[in-house]
């Protein structure tokens, strides 16, 4: 029994790191084939996210500092992954990520941005409206699936344009800056990254958040392999039928955990709107909560391999500009690069099934010759 259970975790690292492998193979292929260096460009990517050092650097700015804007840069994706991860946990498709992003950061910037209050005071409460907004939005397309059967990626796309063009109503009668146009930026108290913090000769960015982040990673692991909502979650995703008849709240649960995903992306939408950027671009809707979907499913839907696949496609994201001024690649192959490793993880399940056929192959095989 434990062979098998230390056999399914290997399997579970090692095809997605297989797949992976493959993926920048077959990326450096592409690159080679536009006549640039793979090995240059991945080495690229590494320096444009802080992972290795640069030939020079500008004043105040070092190896630490890229570093740092780098974690700050993935800390909203760990939270909209694990709100993906929750959602299927119970065979849900939390497609609205990004719409309920959007709504948490609109009304914990109205709210707290521009209230005045003090960091001691702000930045907690910000961080609270974004559970409390974010979770009220997943609860409310929950209840739609549970109530009236309504499919939750209808519900969450149509959610998505309300809160994008009733925000950016908002924004563009009330809250514009006359310059940037888009939202007034909020105060530095009310703001989840420390700017420009000088430490020694450096101006560094502190991300608050990937604090809160890395404890909701745990927090969600134990949910799913510690307690009787996260057992129960699982039984509806894999039959709701048959866990109704085991005596389970179906729709309990699926309210709950569209509850929690909800949270979750509000938390992703107050990082990157007050802890990222610090201001709101009207009308436009941010592709994290569409990328979570296949961050999350790289990551195995496990909160701690979400944290190494966030890592891996936030630093194909952040690194891309370095990578077309250090080695002449174009930005944009890096959203090819990323297309081929997602398209080689979406494989994983056929290469576990391969495993699998040729592992109960050769047991057959063993059993005849014996």
């Known amino acids: 029994m434990k062979n098998q259970k230390k ?22 292929v592409v690159i080679a084939v536009t006549g640039s260096n793979p090995f240059r460009a991945y080495y690229a990517l590494l320096q444009g996210s802080g992972l290795a050092p640069k030939s020079s ?17 993935f800390t909203p994706m760990i939270f909209a992954a694990l709100a993906v991860a929750v959602a299927l946990r119970a065979g849900l498709f939390n497609i609205g990520v990004s719409g309920q992003m959007l709504a948490a950061g609109f009304t914990a910037t109205v709210l707290v ?27 409310l397309v929950g209840f739609l699936k549970y109530r009236f059967n309504i499919n939750e990626v209808v519900s969450t796309i149509m959610l998505n344009y309300i809160f994008q063009y009733v925000a950016s109503f908002l924004i563009n009668t009330y809250y514009v800056d006359p310059v ?11 703001r989840l990254t420390l700017m420009d913090l000088p430490i020694g000769n450096l101006k560094v960015e502190i991300p608050l958040g990937i604090i809160a982040a890395l404890a909701a990673v745990v927090l969600v692991w134990i949910l799913f392999d510690r307690t009787k909502l996260g057992y129960e979650l699982k039984a509806v995703g894999f039959s709701r039928s048959a866990a109704r008849y085991a005596g389970i709240r179906v729709g309990r649960c699926m309210v709950l955990s569209m509850t929690i995903s909800g949270m979750l992306a509000g938390l992703a939408g ?9 201001t709101i ?35 194909i994201s952040k690194g891309s500009t370095y990578m077309r001024s250090a080695a002449g690649v174009d930005a944009e192959i890096a959203s090819v690069i990323t297309g081929v490793i997602l398209l080689f993880s979406a494989c994983s399940v056929y290469i576990r099934w391969k495993l699998e056929r040729r592992k109960q192959e050769a047991g057959q095989t063993a059993k005849e010759g014996k």
């Open 7 to 28: 056999n399914r975790i290997w399997n579970a690292v090692k095809i997605p790191l297989f797949a992976i492998l493959c993926s920048l193979v077959a990326a450096g």
């Open 57 to 73: 650097y500008a004043n105040y700015k070092s190896m630490l500092t890229d570093f740092l804007s780098y974690v700050n840069f």
């Open 113 to 139: 941005g521009y209230s005045g209050l003090g960091a001691a005071v702000a930045k907690p409460l910000v961080l609270l409206i974004g559970m409390a907004v974010g979770g009220l939005a997943g609860a």
């Open 180 to 190: 940037s146009r888009q939202s007034v930026e909020i105060s530095a108290a009310a």
């Open 270 to 278: 107050v990082t990157y709107y007050l802890g990222y950027v610090g």
């Open 281 to 315: 671009q009207p009308k436009v809707l941010l592709s994290t909560g569409f990328d979570a979907i296949a961050v999350s499913l790289l990551g195995n839907n496990n909160p701690f391999g979400i944290i190494f696949s966030t890592m891996l496609i936030s630093l």
